[in-house]
Nanobody, 119 residues
Framework: QVQLQESGPGLVKPSQTLSLTCTVSGASITTSHYYWHWIRQSAGRGLEWIGATSYNGDTYYSPVLKSRTSASRDTSKNQFTLHLNSVTPEDTAVYFC???????????WGQGIQVTVSS
């Protein structure tokens, strides 16, 4: 059974950097053809794709968020991480990590983590 678990701060101040980590169990993040994604959901924008890290370490970002986003991974811990800098209250959302073959058909999701940007 593949499981994903998000971790990180629930509250971030405006202009700071939000860092979230997804810990994966039951599958390796280096398994061929799987991509590991970050998606967020807010009341105002619905589901929004943020970015992804591929099985071989390539990274992909939403054009809308690309200037503020970076991703990394730690294969020894089977984790992948999202960094979103210069956050504003508009970045308040529930953040999910998920797995897919490339960029569709998400099959496993974390439970989500509520992140609030507020001073």
């Amino acid at each position: 059974q593949v499981q994903l678990q998000e971790s990180g701060p629930g509250l971030v101040k405006p202009s700071q950097t939000l860092s979230l980590t997804c810990t994966v169990s039951g599958a390796s993040i280096t398994t061929s053809h799987y991509y590991w994604h970050w998606i967020r959901q807010s009341a105002g924008r619905g589901l929004e794709w943020i970015g992804a890290t591929s099985y071989n370490g390539d990274t992909y970002y939403s054009p809308v968020l690309k200037s503020r986003t970076s991703a990394s991974r730690d294969t020894s811990k089977n984790q992948f991480t999202l960094h979103l800098n210069s956050v504003t209250p508009e970045d308040t959302a529930v953040y999910f990590c998920t797995r897919a073959r490339a960029f569709s058909d998400y099959d496993y999701w974390g439970q989500g983590i509520q992140v609030t940007v507020s001073s």
